[in-house]
Structure formats: structure tokens, C-alpha cells
């Protein structure tokens, strides 16, 4: 009985040791690499609103310009999922409008694909590398690498910073900024900025084509988000 009883104990002691021994390299595994994949969402029913104002300026031969305003709300949501003409899951962006009644109306439809290095959208039928991950600060890359608009490099210039808008509070935010090479006659900046669990929460394009005596042409828009959430 004595026997029965030290081998019982001994067992019971080696079991706990061989327990102890799992957890510890457990805990020595390192964990999963946050590559920033959250600040590109992808789960259906997700969605954002903003408000957005829009400028437009024409004019010919040095004349003063003529501008029209916009100001207008959009709602962007994660409707479906499918798959693109690479083969890759890619999720389907219903985009409505307010009307004069405040219901919102379809508007268009764009696309987006998250991979493992970047995130896509497809934007009035325009493919566009929008986030490189994992976001570095100094990180740059050519938005138009995926479709035949001439290249226009953007890149991160500052990662997981808080940001507040619109009495909304973000904890971990990217922007993204480029601009268009020094050129006589063509300026454009360009600014997103990104929220982790949320997406894109602000996105502005100053794009000036100024031929002097020939003509002027300026186009402004910037969206702001106003709200976000999930069906």
C-alpha cells in the first residue's frame, strides 16, 4: 500500500511539473505581432458617416474664377462579402446621401480588399493602395500602383497618436500625406487619417492645375467623420 501510495504521489508530482513546464514556454512564446491590421476594417455591417464640403473652381484666359460650394453628408458601409477578380476576399462599400427629407439614398458602390501588407479601395472605379502595414512613420508608397494614373507617393507621417474631431475621440490614429512633385503648374496635397477599429476619419485633396493665361482649375473636398458603428 505504501508502494501504491509513493508512486501515486510521484506521478501526481510529475504531472504538475510537466503542467508548469507548458505554461512556462507558453509564456515564453512571443505574442501575435500587431501589424495594424484593425486601422483597415473589414467586418460586414460596419459602417461611417461624414460630413463633406467640396470646392470647385473653372476659368479661361486670367478671368476671375467661377466657384461652386458643396456641402453634403455620406455614409459609407461594409455591405458584402465576395470575392474579387484576383481570387482575394474583398468587401462591397454601399455610399449613400442625405436627401432634402434627411433619408439616406443610394449613391454608388465601391470595393476594398485587405491583404496582408496593404489595404485597397476602389474609388469611381479607380484602384487605390490606401495603408501599408505595418504603419511605420517614414513608410511611403505609390497610391496609384494598382491602376494606370501616374504614380503619386504618399506615406505615413505620424502612427498610433490620439486625435479628436467632431466630439469624437480616437486613441490610435495614422495619417497619411503626400504631395505632388514641384511642377510650374500642378499642386496637390493630399491628407487621410485613419482610426484603429473605425477606418478612414478624415481624408482632404487640394488639387490645383494653374495654366496662367490658358486657364485655372482648382478642386478641394474634405471629409470629416461625424459618427460610426456596427449593424
Not at 504538475?16 to 501589424?35: F, G, K, Q, Y
Not at 503619386?152 to 467632431?166: A, C, K, L, R, W
Amino acid at each position: 500500500a505504501h508502494l501504491r501510495e509513493r508512486l501515486s504521489l510521484r506521478t501526481v508530482l510529475l504531472l504538475l511539473a510537466a503542467v508548469l513546464t507548458l505554461v512556462a514556454c507558453r509564456e515564453d512564446e512571443p505574442a501575435e505581432a500587431d501589424i495594424g491590421h484593425a486601422y483597415f476594417p473589414v467586418n460586414i455591417g460596419h459602417w461611417v458617416e461624414y460630413h463633406v464640403d467640396s470646392i470647385r473652381q473653372h476659368s479661361d484666359n486670367n478671368t476671375a474664377p467661377d466657384t461652386v460650394v458643396y456641402s453634403f453628408d455620406i455614409r459609407e458601409e461594409l455591405v458584402e462579402q465576395l470575392t474579387d477578380n484576383e481570387g482575394r476576399p474583398a468587401q462591397r462599400i454601399l455610399r449613400t446621401t442625405r436627401d432634402g427629407n434627411g433619408n439616406w439614398i443610394p449613391k454608388d458602390v465601391w470595393w476594398q480588399a485587405r491583404e496582408q501588407v496593404r489595404g485597397e479601395r476602389t474609388e469611381e472605379n479607380m484602384r487605390r493602395v490606401k495603408l501599408y502595414f505595418p504603419p511605420r512613420t517614414g513608410t511611403r508608397w505609390n497610391t496609384n500602383a494598382r491602376n494606370t494614373d501616374d504614380a503619386f507617393e504618399i506615406g505615413y507621417t505620424s502612427v498610433d497618436q490620439p486625435y479628436s474631431v467632431n466630439g469624437l475621440n480616437f486613441e490610435n490614429t495614422v495619417t497619411v500625406e503626400g504631395t505632388y512633385p514641384p511642377n510650374p503648374f500642378i499642386t496637390r496635397n493630399y491628407r487621410e487619417r485613419w482610426a484603429k477599429g473605425v477606418g478612414l476619419i478624415e481624408h482632404e485633396v487640394d488639387s490645383i492645375n494653374d495654366q496662367h493665361s490658358l486657364g485655372y482649375n482648382r478642386f478641394y473636398v474634405r471629409y470629416t467623420i461625424t459618427a460610426y458603428g456596427d449593424q
